[in-house]
């Protein structure tokens, strides 16, 4: 039985309703001209938090019983998911501790100091953030909530295909990026079940195709992490309860180079005014460079713009 349904999406919506916000879709007879066909952007990084990860957070946090509040949470996250977690905790009046990598954008780490929480640095290539937190789990008594292995989570990233579909034209096409898996497998379930030959793809930085690699090998494959500008898709797996929910659903995973991916900052930036971050734009960049068999109509995620403006800076400049 796969991890999460599309009623768990449903549901989800219910939960996150008038709390998270229902974020646009954008569309430009440019940006549809480049691509050869016609694009409906997602624009998750206008959400709560700058990314859709606060969806899962904030699910997962309200489902929560009176005493695993009182004890607090714990997560691990290179920023958006340490975010989503961080207000989702405050809103709800509950104690949070972030597990964050020494190298997390310096914007992502103090967003999630601002939102209250208490945070623990690790090395990320030297260290597992599961076993940290899983360790304080333990020892302190708290709730983990992952970033992506986690059902409540899964169906909560779920609700922006979910309002996509409900709130744009029809699509036959849906590109999402691809860490873990957990947007991917939430809004795979959904958008199967309400557009049943939908074509989904997953996509992922050139040095992280561990998705990739796991179909080839016809099982979970782990790689070492990912050097890519994309901070938000430096996994090194594919997640236990994701996998099985994207290898069945998903037609295709793709990957795209670091100048792709800032190639494509710079056309949202300069042609539609909007800001994405690295992760955030690796859905589109491969659209916009012909890694996807597009159709008549493709909604495509913009899944954050958490990014300092120091760094925006130096990878337009490149």
Not at 83 to 98: D, K
Not at 261 to 278: D, Q
Not at 285 to 298: D, F, K, L, N, S
């Given at each position: 039985m796969p991890a999460i349904t599309a009623d768990d999406v449903r549901s989800a919506a219910e939960q996150i309703a008038g709390v998270a916000n229902r974020t646009p879709l954008f569309r430009s007879r440019l940006l549809d001209e480049r691509c050869g066909t016609e694009v409906?952007?997602?624009a998750e990084n206008l959400q709560r938090t700058g990314s859709f990860k606060f969806r899962g957070a904030y699910n997962a946090v309200r489902g929560l019983d009176a005493d695993a509040r009182a004890a607090g949470v714990v997560?691990?996250?290179?920023?958006?998911?340490?975010?989503?977690?961080?207000?989702?905790?405050?809103?709800?009046?509950?104690?949070?501790?972030?597990?964050m990598p020494h190298d997390a954008p310096a914007a992502k780490v103090a967003a999630t100091e601002g939102y209250g929480a208490t945070l623990i640095r690790y090395d990320r290539y030297a260290e597992s953030r599961e076993e940290i937190g899983a360790d304080l789990s333990e020892r302190e008594g708290r709730v983990l909530i992952k970033p992506y292995d986690d059902p409540r989570v899964m169906a909560g990233?779920?609700?922006?295909?979910?309002?996509?579909?409900?709130?744009?034209?029809?699509i036959d096409g849906l590109v999402v990026c691809l860490g873990g898996g957990g947007l991917l497998s939430g809004c795979s379930t959904i958008a199967t079940d309400l557009v049943p030959?939908?074509?989904?793809?997953?996509?992922?930085?050139?040095?992280?195709?561990?998705?990739?690699?796991?179909?080839?090998?016809?099982?979970?494959?782990?790689?070492d992490v990912p050097e890519t500008i994309a901070d938000g898709q430096q996994t090194t797996a594919p997640g236990e309860l994701t996998w099985p929910i994207t290898n069945a659903l998903v037609r295709d995973f793709v990957s795209v180079t670091?100048?792709?991916?800032?190639?494509?900052?710079?056309?949202?930036?300069?042609?539609?005014?909007?800001?994405?971050?690295?992760?955030?734009?690796?859905?589109?960049?491969?659209?916009?460079?012909?890694?996807?068999?597009?159709?008549?109509?493709?909604?495509?995620?913009?899944?954050?713009?958490?990014?300092?403006?120091?760094?925006?800076?130096?990878?337009?400049?490149?």
């Open positions: 409906v952007l997602k997560a691990f996250s290179s920023g958006n998911h340490a975010q989503g977690v961080a207000l989702s905790c405050r809103l709800l009046g509950v104690a949070a501790t972030i597990v990233q779920g609700t922006a295909a979910l309002e996509l579909i409900e709130d744009g034209p029809e030959d939908i074509a989904i793809y997953g996509v992922e930085p050139e040095a992280g195709d561990d998705h990739q690699r796991s179909r080839t090998a016809g099982e979970r494959v782990t790689i670091d100048s792709e991916i800032v190639a494509t900052m710079r056309f949202l930036f300069t042609r539609m005014k909007l800001v994405v971050e690295p992760s955030g734009a690796s859905a589109l960049a491969a659209v916009m460079h012909g890694h996807i068999p597009v159709g008549e109509r493709v909604g495509v995620t913009l899944s954050g713009g958490n990014i300092g403006i120091d760094r925006f800076r130096e990878l337009l400049a490149t």
